[in-house]
């Protein structure tokens, strides 16, 4: 059974930092693409980011392009997200999720539970 636990999040001034992190258990994730989506109230989940497992590549959507950084452990079977140069426009609940995206957003049982991020003044 995949299960994902997200930590980290918090309420922060813009131009602020978070680093959000994410224990994976269940299943095998160093071969396992794992990915970052934020959803905001009343909003639809939005990818953000994706780590590849076999090609070690790495995507971000392109408003957070320069501004995240995804990483993960193999070896204990963690991700993270560090977040910098925040803007309240990145506030939402972000979950990592087992999988590509946009494959995800039909698998909620491959999320874990999310994390609040608010950027505020």
């Known amino acids: 059974q995949v299960q994902l636990v997200e930590s980290g999040g918090g309420m922060v001034q813009p131009g602020g930092s978070l680093r959000l992190s994410c224990v994976a258990s269940?299943?095998?994730?160093?071969?396992?693409?794992m990915t970052w989506v934020r959803q905001a109230p009343g909003k639809g989940p939005e990818w953000v980011s994706t780590s590849y497992a076999n090609s070690g590549r790495i995507l971000y959507d392109n408003s957070v392009k320069g501004r995240f950084t995804i990483s993960r452990d193999n070896s204990k079977n963690t991700m993270s997200l560090q977040m910098n140069s925040l803007k309240p426009e990145d506030t939402a609940l972000y979950y990592c999720?087992?999988?590509?995206?946009?494959?995800?957003?039909?698998?909620?049982?491959?999320w874990g539970n999310g994390t609040q991020v608010t950027v505020s003044s």
């Open positions: 269940g299943f095998t994730f160093s071969v396992s693409d």
């Open positions: 999720a087992k999988g590509s995206f946009p494959e995800v957003k039909g698998r909620r049982d491959y």
